[in-house]
């Protein structure tokens, strides 16, 4: 079963901010919340990682309300650049061991 | 100084052979993955190994058998393809096994006739 829920795909105007917003309603309490990135012909490249309120680096930012049932990643002013597909991921706990279960992710699509 | 390296890049060969794929790290992490990429870009997790242990193997066939001879290495054999494995295969690994942040390699394109 997904773990996560996202748009499958977003269109955006260079310049722009855009927000990517993923479901998780069943994230459990130790769970990290962490998204990538996957440009064609790449593996996925990780881009930042939060587990509530507000993280920030040098490519987005990433906001967790309080129930932590959703997150969004932000990224600021894109550029042609940023068309990528942006994976939203939980960790999944059994059994002692975890796994991260990638969903389909969202296809943002930079347009000059 | 590539992380996470895969050999070969391409890989295309007939139905029934046997082929195998091969991944290194040098990051120093404990842990290793492969994961599978169909054509619609989903992306399935299919094994795990943590210091040369296997710690997830997820349903998959068992023509696809992964080894790990030492942490910073795990490969992919895969038997008797068939055209549904074709695919982009990925190995990534991690620090530990929490997983959060994975680095991944280029990909593996494999392409069965």
């Known amino acids: 079963l997904a773990k996560t829920t996202q748009p499958i795909s977003m269109d955006s105007y260079e310049g722009q901010e855009v927000n990517i917003t993923c479901s998780h309603n069943?994230?459990?309490?130790?769970?990290?919340i962490t998204w990538y990135q996957q440009f064609p012909s790449q593996g996925p490249r990780f881009i930042i990682q939060?587990?509530?309120t507000k993280v920030t680096n040098e490519v987005a930012s990433l906001f967790i309300p309080a129930d932590r049932k959703s997150s969004t990643l932000s990224l600021p002013r894109v550029s042609l650049s940023d068309t990528a597909v942006y994976y939203c991921l939980v960790a999944e706990g059994s059994g002692g061991y975890q796994k991260v279960t990638f969903g389909t992710g969202t296809k943002l699509q930079v347009i000059p | 100084d590539t992380a996470v390296s895969q050999t070969p890049k391409y890989l295309v060969t007939q139905m029934g052979n046997d082929k195998s794929i091969k991944c290194e790290q040098n990051?120093?992490?404990?842990?290793m993955y492969w994961y599978k990429q169909d054509s619609k870009k989903f992306l399935k997790i299919m094994f795990s190994?943590?210091?040369?242990?296997?710690?997830i193997n997820e349903t998959v066939p068992n023509r696809f058998s992964p080894k790990s001879p030492d942490k910073a290495h795990l490969n992919l054999h895969i038997n008797s393809l068939e055209l549904g494995d074709s695919a982009v295969y990925f190995c990534?690994?991690?620090?530990?096994?929490?997983?959060?942040?994975?680095?991944f390699g280029p990909g593996t394109r494999l392409l069965v006739l």
């Open positions: 990534a690994s991690s620090q530990d096994r929490k997983q959060e942040t994975q680095y």
């Open positions: 190994y943590n210091n040369k242990e296997l710690i």
């Open positions: 069943n994230i459990a309490t130790n769970d990290y």
């Open positions: 939060g587990y509530k």
């Open positions: 990051l120093g992490h404990d842990t």
